[in-house]
Nanobody, 120 residues
Framework: QVQLVESGGGSVQPGGSLRLSCVNS???????????VGWLRQGPGKQREFVAS???????DYADSVKGRFTISRDTAQNTVYLQMDNLMPEDTGLYSC???????????WGQGTQVTVSS
């Protein structure tokens, strides 16, 4: 089992920044170097959508809506994934959840989520 704990959410004004963290613990089987991890979000009245990911080989991917504003990174020593969010907009509001999947397993683990609210 892998446990994921997110933190860093909050309320900010448009144009503000937040940094989300997701700590992977438990049976990570090699840590983040062996795992594909990322973030999804679900806004009010919307379906859950992909935000960003970083693969085991450090390849990153972003949703078009966040390119140039969000940056995903990882600290393999801390087994932590970060999502730096700059120039936040009201449409970025939602529950942000991280996921983690070993490269050789179909099992995906999810965190509880952290709320991000962008409003003036």
């Amino acid at each position: 089992q892998v446990q994921l704990v997110e933190s860093g959410g909050g309320s900010v004004q448009p144009g503000g920044s937040l940094r989300l963290s997701c700590v992977n613990s438990g049976s990570t089987r090699g840590g983040l170097r062996m795992r594909n991890v990322g973030w999804l979000r679900q806004g009010p009245g919307k379906q859950r959508e992909f935000v960003a990911s970083v693969a085991a080989d450090e390849t990153t991917d972003y949703a078009d809506s966040v390119k140039g504003r969000f940056t995903i990174s990882r600290d393999t020593a801390q087994n932590t994934v970060y999502l730096q969010m700059d120039n936040l907009m009201p449409e970025d509001t939602g529950l942000y959840s991280c996921y983690s999947r070993h490269i050789s397993s179909p099992n995906t683990y999810w965190g509880q989520g952290t709320q991000v609210t962008v409003s003036s």
